[in-house]
C-alpha cells in the first residue's frame, strides 16, 4: 500500500476510486430524477389543478399537498435524511449506502419537481385553456395533452435545474456512506487534507452540470417554437 | 329582417336567450371552469363609469367599506365561500363599464332576452367591460348562467351536463383576440386538433386540414408554428381551427381587436366568406362600430350587462335610439359634426347649418341640384360622410344654407331625407341627439 502524503495523486489508486464515485454518483443522480421526476410530476400536476381556479379546484386536496410540501422543503438535506432514517429503515431495509441515500434524495427531489411543475404549468396562457376548452376537450385532456405540451420547454429546463439540485444532494449522502463523488472529496480530500482530491471531484461535478444543463438547453430550444 | 342568406332559412332562431343574469364576486362559487379569469375580472369586476365602488375588506378586524374612484381599474376578488381574509386585486386591459350592486356583485349579464338566427352575423357591440365577452361565453358555457334560459340550436345549455357540453361546444367553434393557438403546435396540427378531439382518423384529418388551409389561404404555412406568423396569418388559422369540424356557430370574441386596419379587413371578408358559403351563423363581439357596419345583419349593444338596443345594422344606424348607440355609431362614421365641431363652423359659415341624413327607406343619393333649382340660395357643404352600411349608401352631410330661398330649399330636402337643422350663428340651434348624449 503507498502512503501518501498530502496534496499528491496517484493515479493507479485515486483513478479507480474517482471512477466508482462518479459511477455511484450518476446511480444515485440519475435513479433520484427519474423516480422523483415521475412521481414529482405527478404531483405538480395535482397541484397545479387544484388550485384556486384552476381545472380541478379543490381547496381540500391543494391544502393538504400545499401543506406536505412546505413542511418537507426547508428542512436542510442533511438533517432530513437523519430524520427519516427509521423510514429508510423500513423501506429500503438499511439506513446506509447508496440506495438509503436514493430514498431520502427521491422524497426531497418529488417535493421540488412538484412545485417545479407547479410554477410553470401556473404560467401557461389562459386563452389556450379557454380555446381548448371550447372546443370541447376535458379537463383532463387540457391538462395533460394541452399545458404540459405547451409548457414543454420551461418543464425541460426545469429538470435540468432539478439536476443541480439532486447533485448538490448526492453530495451530502456522503455522510450516510451513500458513497460517490462528495463523500470521496469529504473523506479522501478534507480529512486527509489532500485539496487536489477535492478539486479534481468538484471539476467533475462542474463539468456534469454543464453538460446537463447544456443538453437541457438544446432540448428546450427544439421544444420551443417562439 | 336579417339579410337572406344562401342555404340558410331566415328569421328562424339558432341562439335564444331568455332573461338571462350572470354574476360575477358577491358569493361566487368556485370556479368550474378554469382560464379566463383575468376576462372575469375585465368584464365583471371593478369600478362602474362614474361613479365609486365599493371595496369591503373581510379581515380579521371585521369588515370595513372603503370608496376607490370611478378611475381605478381593480377587480376587487372577494375570498372564495366560507369568507376569509382573501383580497386579491387583478389589473384588468382596459377602462370598464358594469354595473356593482351594493353586495360587491357585478351583473355582467343582466336579464338579456335575445334571438339570433340562424345563418346570420350577429354583431354585440359595447365598451370593455359591458358584459359581452361573457354573453358570448354563455352560449358555449364556458360561462354557466346564473338565471334564465339559453337555447342552443334547439338544445338547452343551462341544463346539459358536463358530457353534453362537449358534444355541444364541437358544433360552436370560437375565435378570440388573442388567437390562443398552441404554440407548441404545428398550424396544421392546431386545425387538426378539434378532429383529433372529434375522433378522426389520421387520413381523414390530414385531408380536411389541407381543406381548411385551402379556405382560409394559408396552405403554404402549414409546417410553421404560430410564433413564425403574423397577427393575420394567426387569426386565419384560428378561423380554420374553429371551423375544422363544420360547425353551425361561429362565435368571435373581438377577432380582429388585435389587428391593423388592412388586416382586419381581410380578417373580416373571411368572415363574410365564412357565413356566405357556409352558412355558418357568425356572433361577432366587438368594441368597434365599423366591424358591425361592415360584416353584420343585425346588431346589440351592450352597456352595463344590458342589451339597450338591438336591430337591423342599417336601422340602429340610421336612426339609433340610446345615446350609447349614437356614441358608438359616430366612432365608426364621424359623418355628424359634434357641438365642439359646430362650434367651430360657425364661426366661418354664419348662415343656417343643416344636417341632411340618409335614411333606410328614402333616397340612396342627396339631390342638391333639386334642391335649389330655380331658387337664390346657396349651399356649402360644410361636413360629413357617404359611406355604405349593409351595402346600402348611409350617412349624412351637413350644409350651410344661405339667401332668400334658404327656407324653400330646406322643405325640399326635407322630402327624401332626415334633416336636422342647426340655425345660424345668430339664432343657433342644437342637435337633439348631441343632446343626449351630453346628458347620459
Partial sequence: MTVLAANEIDWSYHGPMFLTAIGETLQMVLVTLVLGGVIGLLLGLALYGTRRGSLFENRWVYGVLNTIVNIVRPIPFIIFITAIRPLTLEVIGKSLGTWAAIFPMTIMCVMATGRIIEQNLVASDAGVIEAARAMGASRLHVLLRVLVPEQLA??????????????????????????????????????????????????????????????????????LHR | MSVPTPGAAPGTPIITFTDVVKVFGGRRKPGREAGHGARDAADGGGAAQGTTTDLRLDGPGGVRTIGLPATTDAKIAKSGPGGGAGLGLVIPDGPLDVSTSAGGEVRAVDHVTLEIDRGEVFGVVGYSGAGKSTLVRLINALERADSGRIVVDGKDVTALSERGLRSLRSDIGMVFQQFNLFSARTVAANVGYPLRLAGWSRADRRKRVAELLEFVGITDKARRYPAQLSGGQKQRVGIARALATSPSILLADEATSALDPETTRDVLDLLRKVNRELGITIVVITHEMSVVQYVCHRVAVMERGKVVESGPVYSVFADPQQPATQRFIQTALHDRPGPDVVERLRRNHPGRLVVVTLQEEGRSSIDLTEATRGLDVSAHVVFGGLTEVQDRPFGSITLELSGPGTDETFARLARHAAVTDLGTSAAPRSDVRWEQGARA
Avoid: C, E, K
Fill in chain 1, 154 to 223: 420551461p418543464l425541460i429546463l426545469g429538470y435540468a435545474f432539478l439536476f443541480v439540485g439532486v447533485l448538490d444532494m448526492s453530495a451530502m449522502a456522503g455522510a450516510i456512506g451513500g458513497g460517490g463523488l462528495g463523500q470521496l472529496a469529504l473523506t479522501y480530500g478534507y480529512q486527509r487534507y489532500n485539496d487536489y482530491i477535492t478539486w479534481i471531484a468538484v471539476a467533475i461535478m462542474i463539468v456534469l452540470v454543464q453538460v446537463v444543463q447544456q443538453l437541457g438547453n438544446w432540448l428546450a430550444r427544439r421544444t
